[in-house]
């Protein structure tokens, strides 16, 4: 009913809308006011971690692209080594694991069979197994050895949305507090990035007061029949997610690439009046941005319409952008919490358009609970 929807047309809207909250309180009550982790939940002792000389992040659809992001902040910040492999692949492959393994799966339902197979497996080889899991009492949490919820509430809608921003979240959380197990030398940093994170609920709110400007956009590329998403670092699992979004929902050609790899063959795809969506990295530091930049003039010179993600301010954009969206300004390994809200959006829209129902694509299921 229209109550339990709070007045959005569809699940899935509510939940977007309820972002903020997801992320919030996923970081409840794991952290100090002096800007330390704490994860009293954490059922591995210090011990244990210290002993993880590798993590293999496992997980299916939405999930999996929250572990992509995973790996780059937890190997920047800790230094472990982070391997990322779909659940459905990774036991079938002999994997390498040991005792100092540790196997992170991420769950929203926490009842997917490929993922619980791969802690099975995973559990038999001796390898630790952490979950982050979204449904308390769900059959993935009971069969690891830890658990961090996420907090994002039920998820009716099934497109995931709210669930993969409190994912990231939760390996954020992960990340920090395996360097802050690890040493001190982090400290600082941590500090640092926690506040960061403690801001990202504003950042993700100002994302949805300015849903507008994407209905716009929904609205102008009506008609459109195959869309390209590009990304770079953290950024590149956001264009993944961005067309899994456009594909479940609206039932179109959807393919997300590595910007870097656009003259690998993506580029051979772009024609007059293609949608691409670029998810620019923040400017500064990092010369990613310069090529993130350069590829979206690369394919508008081709005849595609480019659809710009970009930081507040970023000017260099501006000459090469057919539609802007503009992104509050995070550290680059925070971007993905707000870039993702507009593609989520974008998807929403541009299948309601279409007249399918938003909440409940056809052929697809909220838990696949077999293999
Ligand atoms: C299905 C859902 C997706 C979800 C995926 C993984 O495909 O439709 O939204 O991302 O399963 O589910 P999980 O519950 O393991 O996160």
Known sequence: SAAQKDGYEWY???????????????????????????????????????NVDKIVAIACGTSYYAAMVAKYAIEHWTRIPVEVELASEFRYRDPI?????????????????????????????????LSICNTNGSTIPRESDAVIYTHAGPEVAVASTKAFLAQIVACYVLGLYLAQVKGAKYGD???????????????????LDEADVVRKIAADLNGAR??????RHVGYPVALEGALKLKELAYLHAEGFAAGELKHGPIAVIEEGVPVF????????????EKVVSNIQEVRARGAR???????G????????????????????????VATVPLQIFACEFAAQLGHDVDQPRNLAKSVTVE
């Open 314 to 337: 970023d000017e260099s954009v501006v000459p090469y952008a057919d539609h802007l969206i503009w992104l509050p300004k995070v550290p680059t390994l925070l971007q993905p919490l």
């Open 12 to 50: 899935m809207l509510k939940e977007i809308v309820e972002q903020p909250k997801a992320v919030a309180d996923t970081l409840l009550g794991r952290h100090t006011q002096d800007g330390r982790l704490q994860l009293d939940e954490m059922r591995l002792s210090d011990d244990e971690l210290r």
């Open 226 to 231: 195959s869309f390209i998403f590009l990304g």
């Open 278 to 289: 670029v998810v620019v990295p923040p400017p500064g530091r990092n010369e990613v941005h």
């Open 97 to 129: 694991l040991d005792q100092s393994t540790l196997v992170v799966t991420i769950s929203q339902s926490g009842e997917t069979m490929d993922t619980l197979m791969a802690i099975r497996y995973a559990r038999q080889q001796k390898a630790r197994v």
């Open 306 to 312: 480019t659809i710009v993600l970009a930081e507040d």
């Open 189 to 207: 940093e941590i500090a640092r990035i926690l506040d960061d994170l403690i801001a990202t609920p504003a950042a993700i709110q100002r994302m």
